[in-house]
């Protein structure tokens, strides 16, 4: 059986998408439903949908535990609150089963521009990113006894994440595509050509973390390209796609001091896993997806 933690959520949902493209339906899905992420479960095969709660009364010792739901968000400042969600939890789940892929985030890396999986190189700058270094600790002590693959996501794009964008948690591509449509122009910071992250397409995401689990080993893993794209070049693609102007915008004042300038992610140890992987680029992915 597999259980999907954040499943009505962007790679959550992608997720079980992905697992139903391989013939897998045994799915029991984990999340708290809110409106606007009901259109992420159209489509979707799976025999139950339970809330996160309920999952800590079942039995974990014969599932693969896919677990991505947390509280996500970058700016919170409440901390009992984000570590329960976060680190607690997942304390509970790691107790109780033991074949966990876990979301992890290369935000726990920081400003560092060397980002191998070191916790020499571990800098993060805000709650969300301190519970994920948190968690990849605490999941190196059960890795004697348990499968576990941590995946440190660089900055994942795709479809399945227009609810993140009320919240302003979503990608360039998803939030330039929002604004492109609804505004007819695209909001990007002064100097967006200087902030350079490493894009991942959850296509690839998702693929990577379900053909890598047949490997029977435990980790931790970055997960990005390997090559970085401006969020002026995300701009400029989307507006030239869709007949959008750009307008150019201050940094608000709450994002300067944890927004992260450069992230590309060092993918020795990927490579090693995975092959010869040729990524989605962004350009590609635009134009199967108008």
């Known amino acids: 059986?597999?259980?999907?933690?954040?499943?009505?959520?962007?790679?959550?949902?992608?997720?079980?998408?992905?697992?139903?493209?391989?013939?897998?339906?045994?799915?029991?899905?984990?999340?708290?439903?809110?409106?606007?992420?009901?259109?992420?479960?159209?489509g979707?095969?799976?025999?139950?949908?339970?809330?996160?709660?309920?999952?800590?009364?079942?039995?974990?010792?014969?599932?693969?535990?896919?677990?991505?739901?947390?509280?996500?968000?970058?700016?919170s400042s409440d901390w009992d609150s984000i570590y329960q969600s976060n680190v607690a939890y997942t304390r509970e789940l790691a107790e109780n089963c033991d074949?966990?892929?876990?979301?992890?985030?290369?935000?726990?890396?920081?400003?560092?521009?060397?980002?191998?999986?070191?916790?020499?190189?571990?800098?993060?700058?805000?709650?969300?990113?301190?519970?994920?270094?948190?968690?990849?600790?605490?999941?190196?002590?059960?890795?004697?006894?348990?499968?576990?693959?941590?995946?440190?996501?660089?900055?994942?794009?795709?479809?399945?994440?227009?609810?993140?964008?009320?919240?302003?948690?979503?990608?360039?591509?998803?939030?330039?595509?929002?604004q492109a449509q609804v505004n007819g122009f695209i909001e990007l910071f002064d100097n967006s050509h200087n902030v350079l992250r490493d894009f991942i397409c959850v296509d690839d995401v998702v693929k990577i973390m379900y053909d890598t689990h047949a490997q029977d080993v435990s980790f931790i893993s970055n997960l990005g390209t390997g090559s970085t794209y401006s969020f002026h070049q995300w701009g400029e693609l989307i507006a030239d796609k869709y007949n959008a102007s750009i307008k150019y915008i201050e940094v608000p004042n709450e994002l300067r001091n944890i927004y992260q300038?450069?992230?590309c992610s060092d993918n020795n140890n990927l490579l090693d896993r995975i092959g010869n992987y040729k990524f989605i680029t962004p350009e590609q992915f635009v134009e199967d997806n108008l």
């Open 1 to 42: 059986m597999h259980i999907v933690t954040g499943a009505a959520g962007f790679i959550g949902s992608n997720m079980v998408a992905h697992l139903n493209k391989n013939n897998i339906r045994d799915i029991v899905c984990v999340d708290t439903l809110s409106i606007n992420k009901v259109a992420n479960l159209a």
């Open 44 to 75: 979707l095969e799976f025999m139950d949908f339970i809330s996160p709660s309920e999952l800590l009364n079942m039995n974990l010792s014969d599932c693969t535990l896919w677990h991505f739901g947390a509280n996500s968000k970058t700016s």
């Open 99 to 178: 074949d966990i892929v876990f979301a992890s985030s290369a935000s726990v890396y920081g400003d560092n521009t060397s980002n191998k999986e070191s916790s020499e190189n571990e800098a993060p700058k805000n709650m969300y990113a301190a519970t994920k270094m948190i968690c990849d600790n605490m999941l190196i002590n059960y890795m004697e006894t348990s499968k576990i693959q941590s995946w440190r996501f660089f900055n994942v794009y795709g479809n399945r994440e227009s609810h993140k964008v009320s919240a302003q948690q979503a990608s360039p591509y998803t939030n330039f595509k929002y």
């Open 261 to 263: 300038m450069y992230t």
